[in-house]
């Protein structure tokens, strides 16, 4: 994957103070600094602003209160943070994460990355899809709440949007990694079968020595992204995977206990659509970590097999070797979410886990 949606992401992102001005190692100006300020006071303000005429949520009962006041601080902390941590503070590791990616930019080219669609057809759909459907929610509240909806809401709708921004500018640098790690995938692939057809003549000790010291240069170097990547985002995984569970459940007890106005057809319509929007968002980053891990585990199994036709070496050779697959398996790519747990497939279980329990006790205390 080339830099060009990246390019894309951060035209945009910069616009809501979210992502660095470009993909180019600049120091952000004291203009960029006074924007972000601007822009994360105006949310603030408005977030109070909210919660005051919702009169924070004092009609629910207190389970409500609790899940709605948590939904609402896990998302404006998500927002604040990526704004003003990686905004302002993060510029230097940001640049430290673009020049990796620049620098293994030669393994995007084992693969065939030529698609029929444009770079740009991913982010316009996301996009668009999320506007169609924020817009339906937007107008039928409306119809039945009027002003009210935007004073107590707008600020939730403009939030919920740059909160998919977030995840999608976590989607793309994901996307970007694991094509990454599938070009070393491919090089030592590719390499092994080399081996294996000049087995009796060309090969040579020193190739497959060079050979082991460029895959084990190479893993170390994304190691340090993936490194980097979870200093950077392990707050933001954790925050988006949390209000991801939180809101899902809080939809679901709108849709059994709070939706009577808007009818049955628009109550199914409507919920539905948020949740399977909501999750499938989550989902599609969870699973990219874990297909990202799955590529690392087939160098892991590469790098025994490179050992097992190298047992003819010299003890010397062969003791390096031996060493290979370790070295590889100490270098796997693991995801956390700010150091609370792994981000991998198991997460989406523990999701579902945490939410079919909660709302059980939702539903338990709204029904009396």
């Not at 924070?56 to 404006?76: E, G, M, P, R, T």
């Not at 996009?127 to 009210?148: C, D, E, P, Q």
């Not at 499938?280 to 980053?285: F, M, R």
């Not at 970590?289 to 062969?318: F, G, K, M, R």
């Amino acid at each position: 994957m080339s830099f060009k949606e990246l390019t894309l992401v951060f035209k945009v992102g910069r616009f809501f103070a979210l992502t660095p001005s470009s993909v180019q190692p600049k120091s952000n100006t004291v203009l960029q600094k006074l924007y972000t300020l601007l822009i994360c006071t105006l949310i603030t303000l408005a977030v109070i602003g909210s919660a005051t005429y919702k009169k924070f949520y004092s009609q629910f009962i207190h389970i409500k209160v609790a899940v709605c006041l948590l939904s609402d601080s896990l998302l404006f902390s998500l927002i604040i943070y990526t704004m003003i941590v990686q905004g302002l503070y993060r510029r230097k590791v940001w640049n430290d994460f673009i020049d990796i990616l620049k620098r293994t930019e030669h393994l995007t080219k084992t693969q065939n990355l030529n698609k029929i669609v444009p770079y740009y057809f991913e982010f316009l759909a996301v996009n668009l899809i999320h506007l169609s459907f924020s817009t339906y929610v937007v107008a039928m509240w409306s119809k039945i709440n009027g002003m009210r909806f935007l004073r107590e809401e707008g600020i939730t709708v403009i939030q919920v949007y740059l909160k998919l921004f977030c995840k999608y500018i976590l989607y793309v640098l994901l996307k970007m990694l694991l094509i990454r790690y599938k070009g070393l995938k491919n090089v030592l692939l590719l390499s092994l079968e080399q081996i294996i057809r000049n087995f009796k003549s060309n090969w040579s000790d020193e190739t497959v020595l060079q050979l082991v010291k460029n895959v084990q240069l190479l893993m170390c170097v994304l190691k340090k992204s993936v490194d980097i990547f979870n200093s950077m985002f392990g707050w933001p995984l954790f925050f988006i995977i949390s209000f991801t569970t939180i809101e899902i459940m809080n939809t679901i007890d709108d849709a059994l206990f709070h939706s009577s106005e808007l009818g049955l057809f628009h109550m199914i319509l409507m919920n539905v659509a948020s949740v399977g929007w909501t999750f499938v968002g989550i989902v599609a980053l969870i699973l990219k970590c874990q297909a990202l891990y799955q590529e690392a585990e087939e160098i892991v199994s590469l790098s025994y097999q490179l050992q097992l036709l190298c047992t003819d070496n010299s003890v010397n050779e062969n003791l390096k070797i031996r060493q290979f697959p370790n070295f590889v398996i100490k270098n796997l790519p693991k995801f956390s979410a700010a150091n609370f747990f792994l981000v991998d497939k198991s997460t989406i279980l523990s999701m579902l886990a945490t939410l079919g329990t909660f709302l059980i006790i939702m539903v338990q205390f709204s029904s009396k």
